[in-house]
C-alpha cells in the first residue's frame, strides 16, 4: 500500500522549518528552473538541487519514489511519444515508426521535466503541515485584487487545501478498493481493462461521496469563507528571507 | 489444511518518521473447517494482520502460509476471500448480479455453475430474486452491504476473512449475515470474522484471538476467554460474574443467554427447594 503518496511527514529539518511561502516561492522558481532548462546537463543540475534539499531535509526515498512510482506510466507515454514523433535522423525503426536522435533527446528531456516536477512537488507536501500551506498560500494570495473577481485569498486557499488534502485522501482510497478487487481475483496484469472498470466506478463514486461529505461537515460547522485567522501563524524571518533569495539565485545562475 | 502465522512484525511506512509497528511477533493458525475470531480495540492490527492472510502484504518478519503455501502466492487468492471494511464502496457492476458474478468469473467459473454459485450466495443473504437486475447503487446501504458480502461468499472459497462485516448493520440484518456465515461453516467452510466488538459473537465461535497494540495478548476457546480475558466480555458474563460476587453459585464462565437462563433457574430452584 502506498500511503505516503504526496502526504506530510513530520521532522525537524531546517527545510521543515522554513516559511510556507519561502517553500511555495522556492517551489515555482524550481518549476520555472525545470521548464526553461533545455539540455541533459541543466537537468542534471537541477538534479544535484534537489537531492541536496532531499538530503537537507532528511526526507527518505520511499516518500519520493511513492510520489513517482504511480507516474512512471505516464512519464514513460511521455518518452514514447517524443521518441517517435520527432523529426530527425532516424535511431532505429518500428511498426514503421522511426526512432530519433532527436526524439530520444527530446524524450529524456520531457519526462525528465516531469520527473523533477513530481520530486520537488513531494518534497513540499511531505516538508510542510497542509494547514501551513494553506496559510502561506493564502497570505500569498492576499495583495492581489480578486475580489473584483468575487472570490477572496480564504477561499482560493481553502480550495487549494482541500485539494491538497484530497490527494493522500484518494490514494489511500484507491489502495483499499485495489485490495478489494484484489481479494476477489482480479489479476491486474492480465486484465488491465477490467482492473481500470472495476476500479475507476467506485472510485468516482467514493471521490464524490467523499467531496459531499466534507462540503457538509464544512457548512455544518459554520464555515463562511472569510478571514479566518489559523492557530499557526508562519512569521517570516531573516533567515528564511535568505533561504529564498540563495535558492533563486542559484537556481538561475546554474540553469 | 491451515493458515499458519509465525513470528509476523509488520511496519507501516518504513524508514519514515511515520514509521508504525503494528504487528509484533504474531503466531497463530487457524485450521480448515473453523470458526475464528479476531478482537481488539480499534487501530489494534487485526485489519493489517488479515491483509497478510491473501498476501495483500508482506511480512517485514515471520512467515504466513495458507495451506503450506507462502501467503503471496498468486494461488493463495483462490483460497482465502477477504472482504475488508465498507465493502459498499467496491460495487461497479451494472446490476447486482454482474457484481456479484466478478470473484467466481475471475477465478474461472461459467455458465450455469456461475449462475448458481451467484444466486445462492445471494439468497443465503435473504436478496430476493427482484434486484438481481438491479443497479447495485440504488438499494439502500444495508442491502448494497449485503450485495458486496454476497460478492466474495460467490467465489466458494476455503477460507472467507471478514473485517467488522456487522458494523453499521441493523438487527435484522445481522441476524441474516451471521446464520449465512454459520451455514457455509457447517459445510466446512473457514470464517475469520474480525470485530472490535465480538463478544455477542463468542458464542458462534470455535477459537478466538484477541490483539492488543500490535501484541497478540490472548488465543483460546471462547470458554477460555471468559474465564481469562481482562476485558471485552460478554455482558452475559458480567452479569454472571456479578450474581457470583452477591454470593449466587453460578457459573462465571457462561457466554451465551441459554445457558445463563438455565444456569439461573438451577441456582433459583435449589433456593426455592432449600426454603421448602
Ligand atoms: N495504511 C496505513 N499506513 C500507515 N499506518 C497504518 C495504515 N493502516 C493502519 N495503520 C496503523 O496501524 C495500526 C493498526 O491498524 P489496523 O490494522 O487498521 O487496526 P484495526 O483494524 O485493529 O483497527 C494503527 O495504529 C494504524 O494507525
Ligand atoms: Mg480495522
New interface residues.
Given amino acids: 500500500m502506498n500511503t505516503l503518496f504526496f502526504r506530510y511527514v513530520p521532522g525537524n529539518s531546517i527545510v521543515h522549518r522554513l516559511d510556507p511561502r519561502v517553500k511555495i516561492a522556492g517551489m515555482l522558481i524550481a518549476s520555472i528552473s525545470i521548464f526553461i532548462s533545455s539540455s541533459l546537463r541543466e537537468m542534471a543540475v537541477v538534479a544535484l538541487v534537489f537531492f541536496l534539499l532531499a538530503l537537507i531535509s532528511s526526507i527518505s526515498v520511499r516518500v519520493i519514489l511513492s510520489a513517482v512510482r504511480p507516474m512512471l506510466m505516464f512519464l514513460g507515454i511521455i518518452f514514447i511519444l517524443q521518441l517517435f514523433l520527432t523529426e530527425g535522423n532516424p535511431l532505429f525503426s518500428l511498426v514503421g515508426l522511426d526512432a530519433t536522435y532527436e526524439g530520444l533527446a527530446l524524450g529524456v528531456l520531457m519526462s525528465m521535466r516531469f520527473l523533477f516536477l513530481l520530486m520537488f512537488a513531494s518534497l513540499l507536501t511531505a516538508t510542510t503541515a497542509p494547514s501551513l500551506m494553506t496559510t502561506g498560500i493564502e497570505k500569498m494570495l492576499r495583495p492581489l485584487p480578486l475580489k473584483r473577481l468575487g472570490i477572496s485569498s480564504f477561499d482560493l486557499a481553502t480550495m487549494m487545501f482541500l485539494s491538497l488534502h484530497f490527494v493522500p485522501l484518494l490514494y489511500g482510497s484507491f489502495s483499499h478498493l485495489r485490495d478489494a478487487q484484489v481479494s476477489r481475483g482480479l489479476d491486474m496484469a492480465r486484465n488491465p481493462f477490467k482492473a481500470v472498470y472495476s476500479l475507476s466506478v467506485p472510485m468516482v463514486r467514493t471521490a464524490f461521496i467523499s467531496a459531499e461529505e466534507v462540503a457538509v461537515a464544512m457548512e455544518s460547522r459554520c464555515y463562511q469563507g472569510v478571514n479566518r485567522s489559523s492557530l499557526n501563524e508562519p512569521v517570516m524571518q531573516k533567515n528564511d528571507l535568505a533561504a529564498l533569495l540563495v535558492f533563486g539565485i542559484v537556481m538561475f545562475l546554474l540553469v | 489444511m491451515s493458515i499458519d502465522v509465525r513470528n509476523l512484525t509488520f511496519r507501516?511506512?518504513?524508514?519514515?518518521?511515520?514509521e508504525k509497528t503494528s504487528l509484533e511477533d504474531v503466531s497463530l493458525s487457524i485450521d480448515k473447517g473453523e470458526f475464528v475470531l479476531i478482537g481488539g480495540e480499534i487501530g489494534s492490527g487485526k485489519s493489517t494482520l488479515v491483509?497478510h492472510f491473501?498476501g495483500?502484504?508482506k511480512p517485514f518478519s515471520g512467515q504466513v502460509t495458507v495451506d503450506g503455501m507462502a501467503a503471496h502466492e498468486?494461488k493463495v487468492?483462490?483460497r482465502v476471500?477477504?472482504?475488508?471494511q465498507?465493502?459498499q464502496?467496491?460495487?461497479?457492476g451494472r446490476t447486482v448480479f454482474e457484481d456479484v458474478a466478478?470473484?467466481p468469473?475471475?477465478?474461472g467459473y461459467r455458465g450455469n455453475e456461475l449462475d448458481l454459485q451467484v444466486h445462492s450466495a445471494l439468497e443465503l443473504l435473504g436478496l430476493g430474486k427482484e434486484i438481481y437486475s438491479v443497479s447495485p447503487?440504488r438499494l439502500s446501504g444495508g442491502q448494497m452491504r449485503l450485495v458486496a458480502i454476497a460478492?466474495?461468499l460467490a467465489?466458494r472459497l476455503d477460507y472467507i476473512v471478514l473485517d467488522e462485516p456487522f458494523s453499521g448493520l441493523d438487527a435484522e440484518n445481522k441476524k441474516i449475515l451471521l446464520s449465512a456465515l454459520r451455514h457455509l461453516n457447517s459445510r466446512g467452510t473457514s470464517v475469520i470474522v474480525v470485530s472490535h466488538r465480538m463478544s455477542d459473537l463468542l458464542s458462534v465461535a470455535d477459537r478466538v484471538f484477541l490483539l492488543d497494540q500490535g501484541n497478540l495478548v490472548f488465543g483460546g476457546t471462547p470458554a477460555e476467554y471468559v474465564k481469562h480475558a481482562p476485558s471485552h466480555l460478554p455482558e452475559i458474563t458480567c452479569l454472571m460474574k456479578e450474581l457470583r460476587r452477591k454470593g449466587f453459585d453460578v457459573r462465571g464462565d457462561i457466554f451465551n443467554i441459554d445457558d445463563a437462563f438455565s444456569e439461573i433457574s438451577r441456582v433459583l430452584n435449589t433456593k426455592e427447594a432449600v426454603r421448602r
Fill in positions: 507501516y511506512d518504513r524508514g519514515t518518521s511515520l491483509r491473501n495483500l502484504l498468486k487468492k483462490a476471500g477477504v472482504l475488508f465498507f465493502p464502496q467496491q460495487l461497479f466478478f470473484g468469473r475471475n477465478f447503487f460478492g466474495v467465489s
